[in-house]
């Protein structure tokens, strides 16, 4: 769905579709040189991760496979805790393999930063992170990312996987949320 559809529910647009196609384009292409010729395994965390990784996909030239996970963090209302539970796990073993999680946003960064150590425990050769959106104001811990695409302000932002009471997941870019829609 385009972003006008929905103008009376956001009240600015942060990344545009075409301005997400064009920085998926470039993240693409860095990760076809760092990966050519090794084992790659992408790591999507559903849900957000769906719109960014079928894209990210598809505009790399070199073969990779992919796996999916679920989480979910314990917390009190929004907060993160940093405590998280595996949903869906990995069908893939990923010992010795090059694991790259590929993530809609790093907010607190507490998802991220467990994941990592998890993936690591299991014997993966290499952990590196993709990340669409970034919220530096929000970050709790530091995660080391290999790619970010945008680095945004610490508000409600849905749109390109994003989403808020599961709806906004299938807007083409990124946008702020309207209050009213919440409050
Ligand atoms: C979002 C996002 C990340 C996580 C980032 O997922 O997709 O996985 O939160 O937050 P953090 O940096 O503070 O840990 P969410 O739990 O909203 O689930 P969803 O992707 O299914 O919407």
């Not at 956001?10 to 545009?16: A, D, G, M, P, R």
């Not at 009190?76 to 805790?81: A, H, M, R």
């Not at 906004?168 to 083409?172: A, I």
């Given at each position: 769905m385009d972003l006008e559809k929905v103008t009376d529910q956001?009240?600015?647009?942060?990344?545009?579709g075409e301005q997400i196609d064009s920085r998926v384009a470039e993240m693409a292409a860095e990760l076809d040189s760092k990966y050519d010729g090794k084992d790659v395994l992408l790591v999507g965390v559903l849900k957000g991760a769906v719109m960014f990784m079928a894209d990210l996909s598809r505009a790399m030239q070199i073969p990779v496979t992919m796996d999916w996970m679920a989480v979910s963090s314990y917390g009190?209302?929004?907060?993160?805790?940093?405590?998280v539970r595996i949903l869906k796990d990995l069908?893939?073993?990923?010992?010795g393999r090059h694991v790259l999680i590929v993530e809609d946003i790093i907010d607190s960064g507490l998802t991220l930063s467990w994941l990592i150590s998890n993936l690591k425990a299991r014997g993966a050769a290499s952990v590196e992170i993709a990340a669409l959106l970034r919220k530096p104001d929000a970050a709790k811990v530091e995660v080391d990312v290999l790619l970010v695409g945008f680095d945004i302000p610490n508000e409600f932002v849905v749109g390109y996987g994003l989403d808020y009471a599961e709806r906004?997941?299938?807007?083409?870019g990124v946008a702020v949320l309207a209050p009213s829609v919440y409050s």
């Open positions: 956001i009240t600015k647009v942060l990344v545009t009190s209302g929004t907060q993160s805790s940093g405590v069908d893939a073993d990923v010992l906004y997941r299938s807007l083409r």
